[in-house]
């Protein structure tokens, strides 16, 4: 069946633009989370949304950034007045609601800030 | 408290060699602790994972080691191949919050 879906792969942005990236999740997956993966780094949590449940925004590296989850499906990332540092890949990854369910993880949107 | 060490950050082994890769957590209350692969351009996939009830678990030439006391566990690769050439990412989480934390990877590099 399908994997976790991002969108768009890559995305060039100058310094100051708003970006938003896209997360179609497995169907049924009632999980999802953000990470993000800068250039030789490990992955960074950004933030969770379980069900219905009030997102763990706890991983979110400024106010600039923010996230929702529609109708429990599709999750969209927004990064406002977009900085440098900003530039990594951002990955998406969707579980079943189960204890230690693994996470399927998206191939990620490279985001560039010039 | 919420960190996981991981190391080294590259290995270079020959083909048939043993990869080693370890980490260390400091979190008690961690209770999972799977082990994820990554190619280049690709997200991350699951390659094995052990509860911290067992002290290993080994799916064909791959192994986890668990040292519960000394907080620290390892990923061994036996008869490493070039197709095993990936960043491998160690993480841990508990059943109260199912956020996977994860170590900073370490790239392996298998040459035949």
């Known amino acids: 069946g399908a994997g976790v879906s991002q969108s768009p792969s890559n995305k060039v942005t100058e310094k100051g633009k708003d970006v938003e990236l896209r997360c179609d999740p497995i169907s049924g997956h009632t999980a999802l989370y953000w990470y993000r993966q800068s250039l030789g780094q490990g992955l960074e949590f950004l933030i969770y949304f379980q069900g219905n449940s009030a997102p763990d925004k706890s991983g979110l590296p400024s106010d600039r950034f923010s996230a929702e989850r529609t109708g429990g499906s599709v999750s969209t990332l927004t990064i406002q007045r977009t900085q440098q540092e900003d530039s990594a890949v951002y990955l998406c990854?969707?579980?079943?609601?189960?204890?230690?369910?693994?996470?399927?993880f998206g191939n990620g949107t490279r985001l560039t800030v010039t | 408290q919420q960190q996981v060490k991981q190391s080294p950050q590259s290995l270079i082994v020959q083909k048939g060699g043993i990869s080693i890769i370890n980490c260390a957590y400091e979190n008690t209350a961690f209770d999972y602790f799977p082990w994820y692969q990554q190619f280049p351009g690709k997200g991350p996939a699951l390659l094995i994972a052990i509860r911290p009830d067992v002290s290993e678990k080994k799916e064909g030439r791959f192994t986890i080691s668990f040292n519960k006391s000394a907080k620290q566990f390892s990923l061994h690769i036996m008869d490493s191949q070039p197709g095993d050439s990936a960043t491998y990412f160690c993480a841990a989480s508990s059943h109260n919050t199912d956020k996977l934390i994860f170590g900073t990877g370490t790239r392996l590099q298998v040459f035949p």
């Open positions: 990854a969707s579980t079943l609601n189960r204890a230690n369910s693994p996470l399927h």
